[in-house]
């Protein structure tokens, strides 16, 4: 039998589509259903110059019960949750994540969780749900500035996303072990003609300087 380039080691439905829609078929890409122990993951990915790991672990004895391997695929970005890395790192596997993953969908669910606490959006849906009405609270978020602890990709949305709905952003960043670096994105006032046809993103431009 023909082993395959790579394995992934707890594919499920929608992967085994997603790579086929791709080009990756079998002949490209074995695929196991569920989520493995250490055992069953061995016995899985032992032949395969490249595993591909979605939510399982990869051990560092999984790493020497796999003589052909050679690189290693995690479908995320926080590999060192699923993947040893020192482990990797010891035996010269290169550990490849996938770079942007959820960065736009986190931002937009933080902006939604603003949205949902500044409009106690849970009181009142239970309150509705009950049959009570007691008002929404009142006030606008435009104008309003947010602090971001950190501006990495994620970050970086969110401040985008808050520039465009008329809020400011300042953010801190560690750059290093001894500096911290702060930013600004200051949201323009916007009127409604003009509004819709504002679609350049604000990293487009440098940003201006937070008033203190």
């Known amino acids: 039998m023909t082993t395959s380039f790579a394995v992934l080691a707890d594919s499920t439905d929608l992967l085994v589509e997603a790579f086929a829609r791709a080009g990756a078929d079998d002949s490209l890409v074995t695929h196991h259903i ?26 560092a004895a999984v790493m020497d019960a796999s003589p052909a391997l050679k690189q290693i695929l995690f479908l995320g970005t926080g590999a060192a949750n699923f993947v040893d890395l020192a482990a990797a790192a010891e035996r010269g596997i290169p550990v490849h994540t996938i770079k942007g993953y959820g960065d736009r969908a986190v931002a937009e669910h933080t902006i939604a969780l ?51 709905s008329g809020r400011a952003a300042r953010s801190i960043s560690r750059a290093s072990n001894t500096s911290i670096s702060t930013r600004c994105w200051r949201a323009p006032t916007l009127s409604r003609r003009i509004w819709p046809t504002l679609m350049k993103p604000p990293g487009s431009s440098t940003p201006r300087a937070c008033a203190r």
């Open 34 to 59: 569920g989520q493995p122990d250490e055992a069953t993951m061995i016995a899985r990915v032992a032949r395969y110059p490249v595993i591909v790991v979605n939510e399982s672990r990869i051990s």
């Open 114 to 164: 603003l949205f949902a606490v500044y409009r106690d959006i849970p009181a009142q849906d239970a309150s509705v749900r009950a049959g009570g009405w007691a008002g929404a609270p009142l006030g606008e978020l435009q104008g309003k500035t947010i602090g971001l602890v950190g501006v990495g990709a994620i970050g970086s949305e969110v401040a985008r996303s808050t520039y465009w």
